[in-house]
């Protein structure tokens, strides 16, 4: 069963976010709730938080999660009246790298954002998942001290003018001390 948070607004747009692994909807400090509540009042869009689940890398499980998540906001879109939107997309640690791998599957994903994304796990995967991805924008931002930081300019040779790939210095894993660049994050690149 997925844990979902739903904050309702009125235009026909979407934003799903989903948390780093074991996560809780709301997040540390309420981060996941401010990002949501940003896109109710800036944009209109009925914005998910959906956590990520602690057995999500078991062998099926991230494919599922993800189907069960987009299923999730499709029937609650419509049942609001929306049979046409467009989705933003966010994830942060273990869910922006399943949302990186995944995104391209979804055609009313329009703009992804990952923050943090965990790049020691099948990283022929997220290569995958930003080459395919044909919407709008993709972009993995990770934050100077993060573990996977290292690793990032592995991404550099993804092919796809739509992909970008961003650094933020002073920044580490869970943005200690930066809860609002963090917030602010999300906004800037999924509707700006």
């Known amino acids: 069963m997925l844990g979902i948070d739903i904050y309702e607004g009125g235009s026909q747009a979407a934003q799903i976010i989903f948390t780093g692994l074991g996560g809780e909807t ?41 189907q069960e998540s987009m299923q999730y906001v499709d029937n609650y879109m419509k049942v609001i009246g929306h049979n046409e939107y467009d989705v933003r997309a966010g994830g942060h640690s273990a869910g922006g790298t399943i949302l990186a791998w995944y995104a391209h599957e979804y055609p009313a994903i329009t703009k992804v954002v990952t923050v943090n994304s965990v790049l020691g796990i099948n990283l022929h995967w997220m290569k995958a998942g930003l080459t ?55 906004d800037q690149h999924l509707w700006g």
């Open 26 to 66: 709301k997040g540390y400090q309420n981060k996941y709730q401010a990002i949501s509540m940003n896109a109710v009042e800036n944009h209109g869009a009925t914005a998910f938080v959906v956590g990520t689940p602690k057995d999500v890398w078991k062998p099926g499980n991230p494919h599922r999660f993800i």
């Open 132 to 186: 395919n991805f044909a919407g709008e924008s993709i972009k993995t931002i990770f934050g100077e001290f993060d573990q996977s930081a290292i690793f990032a300019p592995l991404l550099d040779d993804v092919d796809n003018e739509r992909y970008e790939r961003k650094m933020i210095p002073g920044a580490n894993h869970g943005f200690d001390g930066m809860l609002s660049e963090f917030v602010s994050l999300f």
